[in-house]
């Protein structure tokens, strides 16, 4: 003999109510009908293992959150946003000529470790634009630090310098 589980016994439930209101069906009132309707739909998604919502579904991916849900409320927060990516239409072209000027700069300038480290994130980003990835290049300019930003602006190259100050929020 099969042994029974909670599945089969939620189907025998659905069942007997499926019954019940196809027998009663005549004398319900609308309002009960479609409450029933609604029971019936839940049960079926349960079952067919979909996703069920009652109110409102939120959906948040990559992003900062101050409050969710209906009637909710965010109070005296401040939010840095960062950005992850560089637009297809960017000047990669000129993005590269400044990361070449700015790692030229930092070659002769370099006294330390953390100075040599920081070249080798702006090397990394240089190359990352030559292949217009855009993800790369603000993941390298981000690691680079503070003597990166001083440099890129003492030297001029304004879109390198934008960038870092909007990633490092300077």
Known sequence: MKETNEFDVLLK???VIEKKITLQHTSLSSE?????QIGIAKIDLIINKSEINIGDKIK???SQIGAVGSNSQA???TFNQQINDLPENYDYERLS???LLLRNKLALDANSLE???ALGEIANAEEASQKKDGKGVIKHVMTAGKWVFDKA???GVDIVTE???KQMGL
């Open 163 to 165: 960038l870092i100050k």
């Open 32 to 36: 009960n009908k479609e409450t029933i």
């Open 75 to 77: 109070m005296h927060n």
């Open 115 to 117: 100075h040599y480290k």
């Open 13 to 15: 439930v659905v069942e």
């Open 153 to 155: 602006q003492e030297i």
């Open 60 to 62: 948040i991916e990559k």
């Open 97 to 99: 000529e400044q990361l």
